[in-house]
C-alpha cells in the first residue's frame, strides 16, 4: 500500500525557515505533478505550492516569495523550503499529487510562535 511520509515541521519563531521532505513508498513521483497542501486549526486544507515533472512551479500567492517547492527525483522526494515564516504559515502540511490524490500521509506539523 502507498503511504506518503511528510518530515521536517517544527516550532520556529517568527522570521525563521523550515524545510519539509516528502517521500513515497511504491509510487513513482517523478511522473507525476507533486504538490504541497496545508490545513490550519478549524480551516480547510488548501493548496501551497506544486512542482510539474518538468520542474515548473505555482504558489498560492501568501507564499510567493517565501517557500520554495523542489523535487529529487532519483531519491523519489519532494522539498518545501519555507523562510520568513509567518504566525499565520501555522499549520499540518502535507504532500500529495497535485491531482487525483493518493491516500493521505499524517503530514507535518509546523507552528510559528514566538
Same mark, same amino acid.
Given at each position: 500500500?502507498? *503511504?506518503?511520509?511528510?518530515?521536517?515541521?517544527?516550532?520556529?519563531?517568527?522570521?525563521? %525557515?523550515?524545510?519539509? %521532505?516528502?517521500? =513515497?513508498?511504491?509510487?513513482?513521483?517523478?511522473?507525476?505533478?507533486?504538490?504541497?497542501?496545508?490545513?490550519?486549526? =478549524? !480551516? *480547510?486544507?488548501?493548496?501551497?505550492?506544486?512542482?510539474?515533472?518538468? =520542474?515548473?512551479?505555482?504558489?498560492?500567492?501568501?507564499? !510567493?516569495?517565501?517557500?520554495?517547492?523542489?523535487?529529487?527525483?532519483? !531519491?523519489?522526494?519532494?522539498?518545501? *523550503?519555507?523562510? %520568513?515564516?509567518?504566525?499565520?504559515?501555522?499549520?499540518?502540511?502535507?504532500?500529495?499529487?497535485?491531482?487525483? %490524490?493518493?491516500?493521505?500521509?499524517?503530514?507535518? *506539523?509546523?507552528?510559528?510562535?514566538?
Amino acid at each position: 500500500q502507498m *503511504q506518503l511520509v511528510e518530515s521536517g515541521g517544527g516550532l520556529v519563531q517568527p522570521g525563521g %525557515s523550515l524545510r519539509l %521532505s516528502c517521500a =513515497g513508498s511504491i509510487v513513482i513521483f517523478r511522473i507525476y505533478e507533486m504538490a504541497w497542501y496545508r490545513q490550519a486549526p =478549524g !480551516k *480547510q486544507r488548501e493548496l501551497v505550492a506544486s512542482i510539474t515533472t518538468t =520542474g515548473h512551479t505555482n504558489y498560492v500567492d501568501s507564499v !510567493k516569495e517565501r517557500f520554495t517547492i523542489s523535487r529529487d527525483n532519483p !531519491k523519489n522526494m519532494v522539498f518545501l *523550503q519555507m523562510n %520568513s515564516l509567518k504566525p499565520e504559515d501555522t499549520a499540518i502540511y502535507y504532500c500529495n499529487r497535485r491531482y487525483n %490524490s493518493w491516500n493521505w500521509g499524517q503530514g507535518t *506539523q509546523v507552528t510559528v510562535s514566538s
